[in-house]
C-alpha cells in the first residue's frame, strides 16, 4: 500500500487509469479494411504519434489512415472507428480523484489527440456534469504539448511549470515505460494493470 502522506502531488494518466480503454477495437475497426499489411503500414509510419504531438490536424490524419487501409471512410465512420477504444468511465475512480483533489494537487497527463480529448471531455461532461478542470489543478496534453511519453521532456516541462519536487510526486500509470522515464527523472510512480483500480492501492 501507498502511504500518501509522502506526497503533495499526483499526477494521473488519463487512459486505463480514468478511463477505460481497448485499443484492440479502433486497430480492429480499421484492420476489416486494411487488414495485417495496412495496420504495418501504419505502424511504420509516424503518422499516429504526429497526431498525439499535436503535429497534424484531423483532416490529416483522416487522409492519412485512408490511405494506408485503402478504404473511403465519411467523417463519422472515421470517428467512430478512431473513438472505438474509449470505454467507461468507473463512478469510484471519479468520486475518489475528487476525495483527493481535498488533500493533494492534482494533475492529469495524457498521451491523447484533439479528437479523443473532445470525446471523452464530453463524455465526462454528459455522465457526471465536470470537465477536467473540476478534477485537476493542471491538465497537460500530449497534441497540445508537442511531447508524448514516454519522452522525459514532458515530464521536466510538468515539474518546472508546476514547481514540484519529484520525490513528492506520485505519477500513476498503466503503462511501464512511461512510468520508468518519470522515474528516471526522480518521480515517484505507481505502475496499475490497465483498466485497474488505482485506488486500491492506497
Excluded at 502511504?3 to 481497448?22: C, E, K, P, S
Excluded at 486497430?27 to 495496420?39: D, L, S, T, V
Excluded at 518519470?182 to 505507481?190: C, N, W
Aim: proline share 2%.
Amino acid at each position: 500500500m501507498i502511504d500518501l502522506t509522502q506526497y503533495n502531488t499526483i499526477i494521473f494518466d488519463f487512459g486505463g487509469v480514468i478511463l477505460d480503454i481497448n485499443p484492440e477495437l479502433s486497430i480492429n475497426a480499421f484492420k476489416k479494411y486494411g487488414g495485417e499489411a495496412g495496420m504495418k503500414k501504419i505502424e511504420e509510419s509516424d503518422i499516429l504519434w504526429q497526431f498525439e504531438r499535436g503535429e497534424i490536424d484531423v483532416k490529416t490524419i483522416h487522409e492519412g489512415i485512408c490511405k494506408y487501409i485503402g478504404a473511403t471512410l465519411s467523417d463519422d465512420e472515421f470517428i467512430n472507428y478512431w473513438c472505438a477504444l474509449l470505454l467507461e468511465y468507473k463512478p469510484k475512480r471519479i468520486e475518489k480523484i475528487k476525495e483527493l483533489a481535498k488533500t493533494h494537487k492534482l494533475i492529469m497527463l495524457s498521451n491523447t489527440n484533439e479528437i479523443h480529448f473532445a470525446y471523452f471531455s464530453q463524455k465526462l461532461k454528459d455522465e457526471y456534469g465536470i470537465t477536467f478542470n473540476d478534477l485537476f489543478s493542471e491538465v497537460y496534453l500530449s497534441h497540445e504539448m508537442g511531447l508524448v511519453k514516454p519522452d522525459k521532456a514532458i515530464y521536466e516541462q510538468v515539474i518546472k511549470e508546476q514547481n514540484l519536487i519529484p520525490e513528492q510526486t506520485l505519477f500513476i500509470e498503466d503503462t511501464l515505460a512511461n512510468a520508468k522515464a518519470a522515474e528516471d527523472i526522480g518521480i515517484k510512480t505507481l505502475v496499475i494493470p490497465r483498466n485497474g483500480s488505482f485506488y486500491d492501492y492506497f
